[in-house]
Each structure stands twice: as C-alpha cells, then as structure tokens.
C-alpha cells in the first residue's frame, strides 16, 4: 500500500514510517519540518515538506503524485498511484505548553486535522489511523484505564485531540470512514542508537533527565512534589517507541480486513505498569550512573496525577504484545541515542 505519513520527520511518526516501509509498503511523508527533523526520514521513503493547512498541498497530494513540488529522498519511489490511507501523526504535543497557548493547539491539532479529513474524503481515502493520547482521559476515575472510561482532559492538548476522535466518529457514521485512535501513554525510548527523541525545546521527562546525565543540565526539575500519590509524584505508564509503532502496523492491517458496518478500532497503548517522576530518576540514575541532582519545583499545569493504561484490548483484538515492555530497557535505548546524539539530528 501507498501510505502517508504526516509528520513522518517527528520522533513516532519517522519510526513508524521505518516499520511501514520494512513491511513492504511505500511510504510518502508530509510534514512542514517546523518541529521535525529531514534527518529523520526513512531514507526510501518520500519528504513532501509541505503543511497540513494548506489544502492545495493536501489536494495534490491525494491527486496524481506525479509533478508535484516535493523533494524526494529517494526518486525511485515515486509513483503515480494514489495513497491508500493516512496515519496521522502531525501535531504539537506538549501538555504544559497547551496551557499557555490553547489556541495554537485547537488550529494545529484540530483545525489541521479537520482539514486533512476533508481532503481524504474528497479524494475517496477512507482508511486513517489517528495518532490519539492518554491526556483525553485527565484525571481517571479508575486504574488501568480503558477505552471506554470517561473522557474529560485536564488540558488544552487532550482537548484538541479529543475534539478530532470525536469528528472521526461522525466521518465513520456518516461517509464510511474506517479509522483508529491509539491512544497513546508516555512515549519513551530510541528504536535505534541513531534514531531517537529530539524535541526543540524538550519538555519530556526522560530526555529533560539524560540531559544532566550528559552535562548539559545541572538539575532536572520535579514539577510538583504534593500529588496523591505514594511519593508525591506524577505517575505515568512509559511505552517503548518500537512498540507503538507495531501497534499502528496491526491496526492498518485490521482496518483493511473491516466490513462497512464495523465499529472504529479504538486502543490505549502503554505497559500497564506506572512510574511516578521520582522513580524514572532513580533508574535513569542506575543505568547512566550519574547522579542526576533534582530540583523539587511547583506543579506545572495541567499535569494528571496518575495515568495507566489497560492495554488488554489491543492485545486481544489485534494481537499486540509489547518487546520492551520494562522502564530500564526503554531508558538504556534512550540513553544509548542521547548519548552519542548530544545535540540531537544537529549535530
Ligand atoms: N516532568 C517533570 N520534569 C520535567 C518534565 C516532566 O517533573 O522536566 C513530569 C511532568 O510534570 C509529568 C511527567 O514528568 O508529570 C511526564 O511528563 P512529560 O512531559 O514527559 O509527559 P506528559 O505526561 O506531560 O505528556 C506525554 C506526551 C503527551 C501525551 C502524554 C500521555 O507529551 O503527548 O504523555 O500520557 F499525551
């Protein structure tokens, strides 16, 4: 299958197009590159660097590929077959940030969304695979959370992708769209040692640690000691990349094997198992050995205290069993990219 991949040049985005490409499909990546890397890109597959609010940009896309302004990686794989289904990855992704600006969050995550969708409708795509997260559920009534617990974010980025689920299921209803929402945990890890996590500026925990592992940080911050939880931390559920990606694999596979009346493939991904900051510290500390002085800080807004997925659904419907599912081999991938890329694909 032909498959684009928008913001295939971010850090989940650009392993999942490694996956689709090693399982023989043809892979076109859209991103604008405002948070991506080139460097990034699956080297056979082909960079439009082009954006999601631009509709001609989307519209010649889903058109004939032939003749349009992109630069190709690799020239042998353009073709002038149409694409066959979308996975979505563009889009901002820091929580905290939401909470300053909600607005950016609403245009690119929302807004953006709506405007590939319309694009994919008029061009007869009917297959989408939406890159969703743990922040639709905020702060949950129960742990593991699953798929059908309620939905109620407690910032403006679960909203903004909130908002998107919740348009696809009237796209299903009314035009037959077929689509899946992983919801993801806390991304975490490296699928290789030179491909991995680079955000500018990072605001992920486990990269904000490795960084004072490598010297260039002296602290890393604890954003609010006072939560309820057994040491006053947030605790979060840490996937390993490589494995979310094969869970967007099986479930492009699934939406093909779909009857027109089927219902949406809907999942959590993460490893049923909870780390509170403090903790992630400690073995982050036991595999760099680094001491990595902390700083106990305010709350920073937004911030769910506790977020564990069940993931039993996925593993039942569709087979996903997670390779790496425990903290220390997903810091040691990360470690292993952040050490030998200090400053990230810039260097
Ligand atoms: N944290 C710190 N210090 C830091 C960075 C983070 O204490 O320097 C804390 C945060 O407050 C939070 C936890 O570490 O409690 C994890 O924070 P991250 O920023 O690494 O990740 P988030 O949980 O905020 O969000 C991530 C993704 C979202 C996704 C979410 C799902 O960025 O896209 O996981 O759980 F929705």
């Known amino acids: 299958m032909r498959i684009l991949v928008t913001g295939g040049a971010g850090y989940i985005g650009s392993v999942v197009a490694e996956e689709l490409l090693l399982a023989g499909h043809e892979v076109v990546v859209l991103d604008n ?4 890397h080139r460097e990034a890109v699956p080297k056979n597959a082909e960079l439009v660097a082009g954006d999601l609010a631009d509709r001609n940009c989307l519209d010649q896309l889903f058109r004939s590929r032939s003749g349009s302004a992109s630069s190709s990686a690799s020239p042998s794989t ?42 994919m409708l008029a061009a007869g795509v009917k297959r989408f695979v939406f890159s969703s997260t743990a922040a639709l559920f905020g702060n949950p009534e129960r742990t593991p959370i699953q798929e059908d617990d309620p939905l109620k974010p ?32 806390n991304a ?3 699928s290789r040692p030179d491909k991995g996590e680079a955000h500018d500026p990072e605001t ?16 890393v911050q604890i954003f609010g000691s006072d939560y309820p939880t057994p040491d006053g931390t947030c605790v979060r559920d840490y996937i390993h990349v490589s494995d979310l990606a094969k869970a967007h694999l099986l479930a ?8 027109p009346d089927s219902k949406p493939l809907i999942y959590n991904l993460g490893n049923g198992q909870g780390f509170s900051v403090k903790q992630v510290v400690e073995v982050a500390r036991k595999i760099t050995g680094h001491p990595i002085p902390v700083l106990e800080s305010p709350r920073r807004a937004g911030d ?4 564990i997925a069940s993931s039993e659904k996925i593993q039942r419907d569709l087979g996903w069993k997670p390779e790496f599912p425990d903290l220390e081999s997903i810091m040691e991938s990360a470690w292993r990219w952040h050490r030998s890329h200090p400053h990230g694909y810039g260097a």
């Open 304 to 307: 769910p205290a506790v977020l």
């Open 154 to 185: 407690t910032n403006a980025y679960g909203e903004s992708k909130l908002l998107v689920e919740r348009m696809l299921a009237w796209l299903h209803r009314i035009h037959g769209l077929r689509y899946a929402c992983l919801r993801y945990f």
């Open 204 to 219: 992920h925990l486990i990269p904000r640690i490795l960084q004072v592992a490598l010297g260039r940080a002296d602290h």
């Open 78 to 119: 353009f073709s002038s077959s149409s694409i066959d289904a979308v996975m979505h990855f563009a889009a901002l992704i820091e929580a905290g940030e939401s909470m300053k600006t909600p607005e950016t969050f609403f245009r690119n995550n929302t807004a953006n969304a709506l405007t590939l969708l319309e694009a």
């Open 188 to 190: 975490a890890g490296a």
């Open 33 to 36: 590159l405002s948070r991506g």
């Open 252 to 259: 492009l596979e699934a939406l093909g094997k779909q009857q």
